[in-house]
């Protein structure tokens, strides 16, 4: 089985129509998949939005956090909450697409633990279509990881990875970082733990209403790489 983990918050408006695709997707693989849904303390109506799914999909879940703690606890609490052999997350604006996931699936047959998207390599598949400042910051912003924390993988926080169920439940149950700096831990801790990881070009598209505040997030997390560094040395 698969699980496939959406974090949201207040994803009212657009979550419905990405679980369609991704449900319609479920169907046309020969794949059992699970969906887990965790609505990070939104104050709209998200939760309820995925529910009204079930009765089209049973294999749907929605776990509702207390407060809003962050993109990182909500994929914590879904991937501690997976029963699949593959576990995922892809974000709830739907910016990467579920076919995502059929095109690389076989890396885990060639025996790679974690899959991870890049929106920074090619393979002649792949298109990315992302705004030009949010490019450079975004180039930078991986040079400087590079350099301070990870060797080795050009793009750290696509939001789309893939990990074998052991690799998932050992890396996240080490996982302290509650926000969007949390794929930098993640990371970090399989590199640590020796998980083997594939970095993979993937289709990706720009879509409105980011989360993610480029400058403040960006600073944040420069600060979470000195943390990381000091919780797992």
Not at 199 to 213: L, M, R, Y
Request: hydrophobic fraction near 45%; glycine fraction near 8%; charge should be positive.
């Amino acid at each position: 089985m698969i699980s496939i983990i959406i974090p949201a918050k207040d994803e009212q408006k657009r979550l419905p129509h990405f679980l369609k695709l991704v449900i319609d997707y479920c169907r046309e693989t020969p794949h059992l998949y699970e969906l887990i849904i965790v609505d990070d303390g939104s104050k709209d109506q998200t939760a309820i939005e995925a529910l009204a799914f079930q009765n089209d999909f049973p294999s749907l879940k929605v776990i509702s956090l207390d407060r809003n703690y962050g993109k990182g606890q909500a994929v914590k609490a879904g991937f501690l909450e997976a029963k699949g052999d593959i576990v995922l997350f892809l974000d709830a604006d739907g910016s990467t697409k579920p076919q995502e996931i059929g095109r690389h699936l076989h890396f885990f047959e060639e025996g790679y633990d974690i899959v991870v998207g890049s929106r920074v390599l090619r393979d002649g598949h792949a298109k990315v279509e992302a705004l030009a400042y949010r490019r450079w910051i975004g180039t930078i912003f991986n040079f400087l990881v590079s350099h301070l924390l990870l060797e080795g993988i050009k793009d750290t926080q696509c939001g789309f990875k893939m990990f074998r169920s052991k690799a998932a439940q050992d890396i996240f149950k080490n996982v302290h970082l509650k926000g969007f700096g949390f794929d930098l831990e993640v990371l970090y801790l399989a590199k640590k733990m020796r998980f083997s990881i594939k970095e993979v070009a993937v289709n990706w598209t720009h879509v409105d209403g980011s989360k993610v505040h480029l400058l403040k997030d960006s600073i944040g997390m420069f600060w979470n790489m000195i943390q990381i560094k000091r919780w797992h040395r």
